[in-house]
Nanobody
Framework: VQLQASGGGLVQAGDSLRLSCTAS????????MGWFRQAPGKEREFVAA????????IYADSVKDRFTISRDNTKNMVYLQMSSLKVEDTAIYYC?????????????????WGQGTQVTVSS
């Protein structure tokens, strides 16, 4: 089971960025998927999640109306479209595969984690 996140980079506040997560077919098609992030000196926090069919998205309040999670099961891909980025969005972003078919705000609900991709937002 492998998850590979990509798409991070250095952007300015107000810019947009799209993160991608490639999942092995074994884990992706039947499982909820989520994005989490961890800023320096802070605990990992939930960002967004989606169910196995690409429905029922849930978002952290801090990113609601700015971020959009989506997935394409035909390509085993999950995306996080980030808009109106803020300096406080700076973090390492991780994608994760849930134990079940639904996404969750709890990290404990996820069985597999990919390596992170760094997002840095400058003012």
């Amino acid at each position: 089971v492998q998850l590979q996140a990509s798409g991070g980079g250095l952007v300015q506040a107000g810019d947009s960025l799209r993160l991608s997560c490639t999942a092995s077919k074994r884990t992706s098609s039947n499982n909820g998927m989520g994005w989490f992030r961890q800023a320096p000196g802070k605990e990992r926090e939930f960002v967004a999640a989606i169910n196995w069919r690409g429905g029922s998205p849930i978002y952290a309040d801090s990113v609601k109306d700015r971020f959009t999670i989506s997935r394409d099961n035909t390509k085993n891909m999950v995306y996080l479209q980030m808009s109106s980025l803020k300096v406080e969005d700076t973090a390492i972003y991780y994608c994760a595969s849930a134990r079940g078919a639904w996404g969750s705000t709890s990290g404990n609900a996820y069985a597999y984690w990919g390596q992170g991709t760094q997002v840095t937002v400058s003012s």
